[in-house]
């Protein structure tokens, strides 16, 4: 029997005797396929495989959802690649939606999901570092797998689960490895994102990179900027809440980070910043906002730079706006906080999120376990005694304090809160009826002398 044509279990050595079981082995074969992706995308793309070989067309799973397969996680879609051309594949689904027929893809709707369907297809020569020129069908599933970026996504699944892996994808799953399909150098001049993809790949699952990949990667890494910066925001959120420390070096080394971030720290301090952040990564919460936030915080952007980046990254506001609340959160040093640094600290947090504010500055300082407890003691003081984490807990209503002092409706009521609040947080009004309403008054006629001196 050829290693490259056979069955899922066969080929990971859980037939009979070979002493470990398919699910010792983190692999089910495909009675155990729903158990395994944990969703129903599988029995809707099962439907339609069933459908196409019973019409006579050849027809296999692909790409991702083979991998998730076989490493055991749940599969968010599931692709199926097939000999017949879209014409013949709408006909046995008239239903099919004709999503990117100019590369052979329809989408058939089942159980609320759409499955992708596509032909199998080779391709010329690619414009723009990131589209095929020219696409041309094919009746050879080898061919179609062969134009695949990277080994691990180059295998396909029968509808009896046999596995067909022409480039040696399911070595490289065991091995933990990301390989390219052929010429790494060429896979990413086709196609620029590849290389993000790479990077993303290894620290969503663990792997490490091919000798290969790395080197391609260190050569060809400035294609990126042809790709559509929301391209590459997709897969940097993914990347950063995976094991970043995987990557970490890699990031730095090839220049990547420097580009991405805008910040020219140079190599040996880039690698130095990586590092750091690949640690601190380990202890923090798998938050694609927070962990960015870190990384321009480590590298040392100031406040503008980090709100100009995500903003030419084309994020969304709550992205950006997220990103700049970790990046002001590391500035805190919870060893160092008087009274006052804690209580304003935790109100730009907020509530839900001071007990994660603590554990980012823990983990960016790089606490030890005395540092950890005495951080935490300092922390669960302060929340205790925090006077204030909204407009909300003032102890009246702050309408009601400004109609009292005589403050009419528009732009001076913001400045009476902020006001208000900033004395609050720093100790210097205490929070109640009376002394809230003494305060706003002496403000406004402290405001009002002001005003009549100029």
Same mark, same amino acid.
């Given at each position: ?48 495989? %069933?459908?196409?070989?019973?019409? /006579? ?6 790409? =991702? $959802?083979?991998? +998730? @397969? #076989?490493? *055991? ?80 996504? %180059?295998?396909?699944?029968?509808? /009896? ?6 480039? =040696? $994808?399911?070595? +490289? @799953? #065991?091995? *933990? ?278």
């Amino acid at each position: 029997m050829g290693w490259n044509n056979c069955s899922a279990e066969e080929k990971l050595g859980g037939g009979q005797g070979s002493g470990e079981s398919l699910g010792e082995a983190g692999i089910r074969g495909g009675k155990d396929m729903q158990s395994v992706a944990g969703i129903r995308v599988w029995r809707a793309a099962e439907e339609v495989i %069933a459908a196409l070989t019973d019409a /006579g067309w050849e027809a296999v799973y692909v790409g =991702g $959802g083979v991998r +998730d @397969l #076989l490493l *055991g996680r749940g599969a968010k879609d599931v692709d199926i690649a097939t000999a017949a051309p879209p014409e013949a594949v709408m006909k046995v689904f008239p239903e099919a939606v004709p999503t990117g027929l100019a590369f052979g893809t329809v989408t058939i709707p089942r159980q609320g999901i759409g499955v992708e369907v596509t032909t199998y297809r080779r391709e010329g020569g690619y414009r723009d570092r990131r589209r095929p020129s020219q696409v041309e069908y094919t009746p050879k599933l080898e061919e179609d797998l062969g134009r695949r970026d990277f080994t691990i996504n %180059a295998m396909a699944m029968s509808r /009896g689960f046999r596995l067909i892996d022409p480039f =040696g $994808g399911l070595e +490289d @799953l #065991l091995a *933990g490895q990301i390989r390219a399909v052929g010429d790494p150098a060429q896979r990413f001049a086709e196609d620029a994102l590849r290389m993000v993809r790479a990077l993303r790949l290894a620290a969503e699952l663990s792997f490490d990179l091919d000798p290969s990949v790395v080197l391609a990667l260190n050569k060809q890494v400035k294609d990126v900027r042809y790709v559509a910066v929301e391209r590459v925001l997709g897969e940097w959120r993914r990347l950063v809440v995976g094991d970043v420390d995987k990557v970490a070096r890699e990031l730095a080394a090839c220049g990547f980070l420097e580009w991405w971030t805008g910040m020219p720290v140079g190599r040996d301090r880039g690698l130095q910043v990586a590092a750091a952040w690949g640690r601190a990564c380990r202890r923090l919460p798998r938050d694609s906002a927070l962990r960015t936030g870190v990384l321009l915080w480590m590298l040392g952007c100031t406040r503008q730079h980090a709100a100009a980046m995500t903003k030419a990254w084309r994020a969304s506001r709550l992205f950006q706006r997220d990103v700049i609340t970790w990046w002001e959160a590391c500035h805190f040093d919870p060893l160092r906080a008087e009274p006052g640094d804690w209580a304003r600290w935790l109100y730009h947090l907020g509530r839900e999120r001071a007990e994660m504010g603590l554990r980012v500055v823990q983990a960016v300082r790089g606490y030890g376990e005395e540092e950890e407890m005495a951080s935490r003691e300092a922390f669960r003081r302060a929340v205790k005694a925090q006077p204030l984490w909204d407009r909300r807990d003032f102890a009246t209503e702050f309408e009601t304090l400004c109609r009292a002092a005589h403050i009419p409706p528009g732009p001076l009521w913001g400045e009476a809160e902020r006001a208000l609040r900033e004395a609050l947080l720093n100790g210097q009004v205490a929070n109640d009826p009376r002394a809230l309403g003494e305060y706003l008054a002496h403000w406004v006629r402290g405001r009002r002398k002001m005003e009549g001196g100029k």
